[in-house]
């Protein structure tokens, strides 16, 4: 079983960074894709970025070129530095393990309890 707790949210104004991370348990940490999901407030869930085991990235659009996913597999944990941020970024953040590689086609994601950004002045 893999358990994820993300880390690093918090307040900053228009045009601030903040650095997401997230830790995850377990041995087969290197062997899972990794995404970051949010979900602002009243709206749906939004997948923002994607790392494959072999560090491929996918971004949605509303992020691409101000946000960067990446992993460290010595020590278990995704990122997600987030540059130039926008009041419209103010979401909570949550970051999801696919197990399919190491569960099957029916294992359910794992995912973290969220940490909570918020873009204002």
């Known amino acids: 079983q893999v358990q994820l707790v993300e880390s690093g949210g918090g307040w900053v104004q228009p045009g601030g960074s903040l650095r997401l991370s997230c830790a995850a348990s377990g041995s087969a940490f290197s062997r899972l894709p990794m995404h970051w999901y949010r979900q602002p407030t009243v709206k749906q869930l939004e997948l923002v970025a994607t790392i494959t085991s072999g560090r491929t990235t996918n971004y949605a659009d509303s992020v691409m070129g101000r946000l960067t996913i990446s992993r460290d597999n010595a020590n278990n944990s995704v990122y997600l530095q987030m540059n130039n941020l926008k009041p419209e970024d103010t979401a909570v953040y949550y970051c999801?393990?696919?197990?399919?590689?190491?569960?099957?086609?029916?294992?359910?994601?794992?995912w973290g309890q969220g940490t909570l950004v918020t873009v204002s002045s």
């Open positions: 999801s393990a696919d197990l399919t590689v190491i569960g099957g086609p029916s294992a359910q994601d794992a």
